[in-house]
């Protein structure tokens, strides 16, 4: 299974509301995750099953979609969101498929 | 609260063996994936493979015949052994834990902070 994400890049400025989109090459349900990663830092989890907030994960983070198109949204976006976010598979298991990644900038 | 922590060589000759150790703790081994997730720079995640608690594995079809994984439960570690490197496999390796729930699939819930690795002579 491919998982593409768009964009690749974007610029947003602080207050944005972003949504960023994961689309799976078959349907894997609801077996969706979304990562955030820093620069130098390891990935960290915000949303697993395609909408359940991790826990310590702020609000202002949700995810949607079922089947082939999922959507990570991040509303009022703060300075501490420049980052880069990671969809990621689990239904074709016992493989692991990332998504390119997006990388969200300041405006 | 459960941490990882990755540990061995930051740089390998071509044609080597990398073996990495992940020490884990705040918590048990018991019931979760292990597994390790690389990162060439400045470029996209890749996932290794997993050993479970009980001792199954499964790697990446694309690095199957190079990987081997271990875990020993009674020194909360796991370990990564990746034969004949090349520059291609120079990256950050994480060791990450995987959790699942019935309905809701796996996902890593907790990383180490990463190692580079390094493959040059």
């Known amino acids: 299974i491919q998982m593409t994400q768009s964009p690749s890049s974007l610029s947003a400025s602080v207050g944005d509301r972003v949504t960023i989109t994961c689309r799976a090459s078959?349907?894997?349900?609801?077996?969706l995750n979304w990562y955030q990663q820093k620069p130098g830092k390891a990935p960290k989890l915000l949303i697993y099953?395609?909408?359940s907030l991790q826990s310590g994960v702020p609000s202002r983070f949700s995810g949607s979609g079922s089947g082939t198109d999922f959507t990570l949204t991040i509303s009022n976006l703060q300075p501490e969101d420049f980052a880069t976010y990671y969809c990621?598979?689990?239904?074709?298991?016992?493989?692991?498929?990332f998504g390119q990644g997006t990388k969200v900038e300041i405006k | 609260q459960v941490q990882l922590q990755e540990s061995g060589p930051g740089l390998v000759t071509p044609s080597e063996t990398l073996s990495l150790t992940c020490t884990v703790s705040?918590?048990?081994?018991?019931?979760?994936?292990w597994s390790w997730v690389r990162q060439p720079p400045g470029k996209g995640l890749e996932w290794i493979g997993y050993?479970?608690?009980?001792?199954?594995?499964n790697y990446n079809p694309s690095l199957k015949s190079r990987v081997t994984i271990s875990i020993d439960t009674s020194k909360n570690q796991f370990s990564l052994k990746l034969t004949s490197m090349t520059a291609a496999d120079t990256a950050v390796y994480y060791c990450?834990?995987?959790?699942?729930?019935?309905?809701?699939?796996?996902?890593?819930?907790?990383w180490g902070q990463g190692t580079l690795v390094t493959v040059s002579s």
């Open positions: 990450a834990r995987e959790s699942s729930e019935l309905f809701e699939g796996y996902y890593f819930d907790y």
């Open positions: 990621q598979q689990s239904y074709t298991t016992p493989q692991r498929t």
């Open positions: 050993m479970y608690y009980s001792g199954s594995t």
């Open positions: 099953a395609a909408s």
């Open positions: 078959q349907s894997i349900s609801r077996f």
């Open positions: 705040g918590g048990s081994m018991s019931r979760f994936y």
